[in-house]
C-alpha cells in the first residue's frame, strides 16, 4: 500500500467524537466516520432518544451548537467532514417546522 493510499485510508476510517442532544435537552455522546451524512445522524440520534423516550417521532433537521448557539440547520445530504462540525461538537435535533399550540 503506498503512503498516499495510507493517508486515504485513514482519512476514511476517521470518525468524530459528538454530542447530540434531544429537544428535551438529553445528551448522548457518540462517535460518527466523518463521511457520515448529516441524513444519517439525525436517523441515527432519532432512533437513540425514542428508544429511550426522550423525544416523539417527528421531522427534525440538525444545528452546530458554537458558543451555546444554534447555528443554521446543517444540509442533510451533506457529509460531516463537508460541514463545520469537528471532534468534540455538539448537535442538537431542532424541529423542522415551528411548534403550533393547538
Same mark, same amino acid.
Given at each position: 500500500m503506498s503512503q498516499q493510499e495510507k493517508q486515504d485510508q485513514g482519512k476514511k476510517d476517521k470518525t468524530l467524537s459528538v454530542t447530540l442532544r434531544?429537544?428535551?435537552g438529553a445528551n448522548w455522546p457518540?462517535?460518527?466516520k466523518e463521511n457520515t451524512k448529516v441524513a444519517k445522524v439525525i436517523r441515527d440520534a432519532l432512533d437513540h432518544?425514542?428508544? #429511550?423516550? /426522550?423525544m416523539a417521532d417527528g421531522d427534525y433537521r440538525l444545528a452546530l451548537i458554537v458558543d451555546g448557539q444554534g447555528q443554521p440547520p446543517l444540509? #442533510?445530504? /451533506?457529509k460531516l467532514e463537508d460541514t463545520a462540525?469537528?471532534?468534540g461538537a455538539l448537535l442538537a435535533?431542532?424541529?423542522r417546522d415551528?411548534?403550533?399550540d393547538g
Open positions: 434531544a429537544t428535551n457518540t462517535e460518527f432518544f425514542i428508544a #429511550e423516550g /426522550a444540509p #442533510e445530504d /451533506a462540525v469537528e471532534d435535533l431542532v424541529a415551528p411548534q403550533v
